[in-house]
């Protein structure tokens, strides 16, 4: 969750269900610029739950993505997981030096992990390093050896070099605080709704107070419509997302396309919703300012209106680019408005540094 060390800028590597998702940023005086975005679809079935089911598509991809950008090999990486294979929790500990932390945190995680500790890499943040009691809060985080390793040697098989394995949730924390800044006694539910997970991430100034990844997102939604229409799966992503087969501009969706996505959009929302109930039983201080989504479904406008009549909290589509320089010359401000949702990952790894652990 570092932000703004010294050491060069990773290039931010998203390698979702349905697509990747790159992201370069230079340092400049007095901010950050946009050097390269590029994303790519993955078919079908090649990542599921988090689990990379054909490397060489996957690093066929990232390959593309390379090339048509022009980047070199060798290129330092930041890379991100998310899903069931992943667990963040957030503990209390006596206080104690970094050090301590260090020696003791395997053994706090075998109390907390439900995986065997010897699958598992571990990782930890002090995210308040005093409170109230003279304790110390930690994220903690493992995530299964297998899956790490598969999405690093598909950066090494394609000369990239993975300096930063982050989790989905902190990408997202790191792009919103870049962009917008945490305030006083504010709480931010930040909600990436890709297309096979939605990650949750609820920050009160500015310190991560709960995580959770729920099994669902924009592929229900098509799947839905490819049943109930008889079509295939790519179609039935075109009808998704606004478009269809052989459609013009001028043309409207189907009104069972536009009922099935409403009513997907109420599901989602109430599942959303119940772990916010969730959260807010669990929290001294369970108001919530806003709600700021990204992810490809997000671009879904009644998705967004749905969330935020349910929960009765001003929801926006978070701009991964809102404070970051680009040259209007490469990138037209509407190919950087619709870039954004599904930016916002990507964006949160470019930010991380060579440096960082």
């Given at each position: 969750?570092?932000?703004?060390?010294?050491?060069?800028?990773?290039?931010?590597?998203?390698?979702?269900?349905?697509?990747?998702?790159?992201?370069?940023?230079?340092?400049?005086?007095g901010g950050l610029r946009l050097e390269a975005f590029d994303h790519a679809k993955l078919p079908p079935e090649t990542i599921v739950d988090g689990a990379l089911m054909n490397s060489t598509v996957v690093a066929d991809v990232i390959r593309e993505?390379?090339?048509?950008?022009?980047?070199?090999?060798?290129?330092?990486?930041?890379?991100?997981?998310?899903?069931?294979?992943?667990?963040?929790?957030?503990?209390r500990l006596p206080l104690m030096t970094q050090e301590e932390l260090e020696e003791s945190i395997q053994w706090e995680a075998e109390q907390h992990i439900p995986f065997?500790?010897?699958?598992?890499?571990?990782?930890?943040?002090?995210?308040?390093?005093?409170?109230?009691?003279?304790?110390?809060?930690?994220?903690?985080?493992?995530?299964?050896?297998?899956?790490?390793?598969?999405?690093?040697?598909?950066?090494?098989?394609v000369g990239l070099e993975s300096m930063v394995v982050d989790v989905d949730a902190f990408a997202l924390q790191n792009m919103y605080e870049v962009n917008y800044g945490f305030h006083r006694d504010e709480t931010v539910v930040l909600l990436d709704v890709g297309n096979a997970v939605v990650t949750m991430n609820v920050v009160t100034d500015g310190v991560t107070m709960f995580t959770r990844d729920l099994s669902l997102g924009?592929?229900?939604?098509?799947?839905?419509?490819?049943?109930?229409?008889?079509?295939?799966?790519?179609?039935?992503?075109?009808?998704?997302?606004?478009?269809?087969?052989?459609?013009?501009?001028?043309?409207?969706?189907?009104?069972?396309?536009?009922?099935i996505i409403q009513d997907k959009?109420?599901?989602?929302?109430?599942?959303?919703?119940?772990?916010?109930?969730?959260?807010?039983a669990t929290a001294a201080e369970d108001d919530i300012d806003k709600i700021v989504m990204s992810g490809g479904t997000a671009a879904i406008p009644s998705l967004v209106r749905t969330i935020e009549r349910i929960?009765?909290?001003?929801?926006?589509v978070a701009n991964p680019f809102r404070n970051i320089d680009y040259d209007e010359r490469q990138f037209s401000p509407e190919r950087i408005q619709a870039w954004s949702p599904i930016a916002a990952i990507s964006v949160g790894l470019a930010l991380r540094r060579t440096n960082e652990r």
């Open positions: 969750m570092a932000l703004m060390s010294k050491g060069r800028n990773c290039m931010g590597l998203d390698i979702g269900s349905s697509g990747v998702k790159m992201t370069v940023l230079k340092s400049i005086k993505l390379m090339d048509r950008n022009k980047l070199g090999r060798n290129k330092a990486t930041a890379l991100s997981v998310s899903g069931n294979t992943v667990i963040v929790k957030k503990i065997d500790i010897q699958d598992v890499f571990i990782g930890f943040e002090v995210v308040a390093p005093k409170t109230e009691q003279g304790q110390m809060d930690v994220a903690l985080v493992a995530a299964k050896k297998e899956m790490i390793n598969d999405y690093v040697a598909v950066c090494h098989d924009g592929a229900d939604i098509t799947e839905e419509i490819q049943s109930r229409l008889n079509i295939t799966y790519q179609e039935a992503e075109l009808y998704k997302m606004g478009g269809g087969p052989g459609m013009s501009s001028d043309e409207v969706l189907p009104q069972e396309v536009e009922t959009a109420e599901d989602m929302a109430h599942e959303i919703q119940r772990s916010l109930d969730f959260y807010a929960s009765g909290v001003p929801t926006e």
